[in-house]
């Protein structure tokens, strides 16, 4: 079966950064869209980032573009998001989700999710 593993969350004072991975296994991780997306408490689950099978293409929410990065290692099965200039807001359980498609969604596979708390 479908198993991703998400790693890498934590305590982070505002200004830091994280990098989250995100493990894959039970599927054709080469050819499958993986993306993030967070749920902070109180709130609806919201979309972080995607990319493409290859890696050559990537979307991310609007109000993170040039904060976060996604990115992909397809010899490992592992998807990564790196995040920079860490605010309080994006304190938020992180899940990677794997698509049913080579370039984006819809997303049918799901991590556990991982804590990142952000303290100013």
């Given at each position: 079966q479908v198993q991703l593993v998400e790693?890498?969350?934590g305590l982070v004072q505002a200004?830091?950064?994280l990098r989250l991975s995100c493990s894959a296994s039970g599927?054709?991780?080469?050819?499958?869209?993986m993306g993030w997306f967070r749920?902070?408490?109180?709130?609806e689950r919201e979309f972080v980032a995607e990319?493409?099978?290859?890696g050559s293409r990537t979307r991310y929410a609007d109000s993170l573009k040039?904060?976060?990065?996604?990115?992909?290692?397809?010899a490992k099965s592992t998807v990564f998001l790196q995040m920079n200039s860490l605010k309080s807001?994006?304190?938020?359980v992180y899940y990677c989700a794997s698509s049913n498609s080579g370039y984006r969604g819809p997303y049918v596979y799901w991590g556990q999710g991982t804590q990142v708390t952000v303290s100013s």
């Open positions: 790693s890498g969350g200004g830091g950064s599927l054709s991780f080469s050819g499958t869209a749920q902070a408490p109180g709130k990319i493409t099978w290859s040039g904060r976060f990065t996604i990115s992909r290692d397809n807001e994006d304190t938020a």
